[in-house]
């Protein structure tokens, strides 16, 4: 027998206490609902391919330290030198490190002379390796040749007459076409740089840019102080080549600085702030959960000694264990269900206001459902122990306490 009656007289009774626990749970669902996506959100954000072979990959830059420093000759020299080291697999230049936080880019239109819509994308300026290099999946066309190269100084075009492009960034110019031998120009030009190649993913170099994964290459060395390389091993051989690869070009050119370090730190530290607010987040959901089971278990037991004398009568009366840890039990879960109640209707009016002012992801049914399930699950749980304690009353032991 649920005796649904007596319950609900006494919670009537006691309603604001039994008010603010579900008022409580009820905020607890609203955040901890909200708090769920965006982790969820963050995690899939980080986990996401990068299209690139980022454990085997070393980046290595170096600063002229003579003004006429002649880099060419030098990039000639040490992509020779690296390409030949024990367990590398290729080396490659580019004008950025992928993933890393600094990059360049541009906006692109499918038709000449566009100065408004297209898309923007990040661009890399890069040697016909770069592709193997990374390890890039290219899913259509073909690689630059040595021919298409256009090596010189500052005042060389930053495009060239052929690119390669990400498939999300073809998709977007070109949607439902072939995009190979299809022309793209630059803002304001009428110039075309044909699409001789589409690899299927690069992030490019932020991962947290809203138009992250729209990425171009051009066939360019430009003439610096500086350059920066891209080094693939073979798997489990990086750090091997990293102890010896700063000596080994120290030892071919003395007159600059040498930079080596591994692409998964670039990637590491683009991710931080991601990686520190999931887990920032989760501790907060955690102790709030935790607040909330105190807050229930410390009522539940207030309640439970103020019944002390109801509880022995109903022992005597022949009431068992279970039945008496079933009614705290019921009684935790009425409250927890109108607490659940108002929780998601305040978790789905915070989402809209948070989708609409800070861009986070929509909050749907099933996330919503589950939290909600996790919520009364805690609520049960807290109200566990003291149901116990409730049962294992005596009536004897009721009626010296009155």
């Known amino acids: 027998m649920l005796e649904l009656k007596p319950m609900l007289s006494a919670l009537w009774r006691n309603k604001i206490s039994a008010l603010l626990i579900a008022l409580q749970l009820g905020l607890t669902l609203a955040i901890v609902s909200n708090t769920a996506i965006i982790i969820q959100d963050r995690i899939e954000k ?15 830059g170096f600063m002229a330290i003579p003004q006429d420093y002649d880099t ?35 906006r692109y239109y499918n038709k000449p002379n566009q100065e408004v819509g297209g ?31 256009q090596i010189g100084d500052q005042s060389i075009p930053s495009t060239t007459a052929t690119t390669i492009i990400t498939k ?61 390389y891209m080094v693939r091993t073979e798997p489990g051989k990086r ?61 539940t037991i207030f309640w439970i000694n103020q019944r002390a004398k109801q509880i022995g009568v109903r022992r005597a009366l022949g009431a068992t264990r279970t039945n008496i840890s079933r009614y705290f039990l019921l009684e935790n879960g009425i409250i927890a269900g109108l607490g659940i109640t108002v929780g998601c209707a305040a978790a ?29 699950l805690v609520s049960l749980t807290a109200a566990l122990a003291p149901a116990l304690r409730a049962a294992n009353i005596s009536p004897a032991t009721a009626t010296r306490n009155i």
Not at 76 to 94: E, F, G
Not at 271 to 292: G, P
Not at 358 to 373: E, G, K
């Open 348 to 376: 789905l009016i915070a989402n809209q206001y948070m989708v609409r002012d800070y861009s986070q992801p929509t909050l749907t049914i099933v996330p919503l459902v589950v939290c909600a399930l996790l919520v009364l």
């Open 72 to 106: 060419n000759g030098a990039i000639k020299a040490d992509l020779s030198l690296l390409r030949d080291l024990p367990y590398v697999v290729n080396a490659s230049i580019t004008n950025q490190i992928p993933i890393s936080g600094s990059g360049s880019a541009s």
């Open 239 to 299: 750090d091997e080549v990293m102890r010896t690869l700063e000596d080994k070009l120290s030892e071919r050119d003395p007159q600059r600085v040498i930079s080596v370090n591994t692409l998964s730190k670039y990637v590491d530290r683009s991710y931080a702030i991601d990686n520190t607010m999931v887990k920032v987040l989760s501790i907060v959901a955690a102790m709030l959960s935790f607040i909330v089971a105190l807050g229930i278990v410390g009522l």
């Open 168 to 228: 999300q960034l073809a998709e977007k110019l070109y949607p439902d076409q072939d995009p190979i031998g299809k022309p793209i120009f630059q803002g304001g030009s009428s110039e075309p740089m044909e699409i001789i190649g589409v690899v299927e993913r690069h992030l490019g170099a932020w991962v947290s840019w809203s138009n992250s994964g729209n990425v171009m290459f051009f066939p360019i060395i430009k003439e610096r102080r500086f350059a920066k």
């Open 119 to 149: 898309e923007t994308s990040n661009y890399y300026q890069v040697d016909p390796q770069f592709i193997n290099t990374l390890n890039l999946n290219l899913i259509a066309g073909r690689n630059f040749t040595e021919a298409e190269m």
């Open 46 to 60: 980080i986990n996401r391919p990068t299209g690139i072979e980022v454990e085997d990959l070393i980046t290595v």
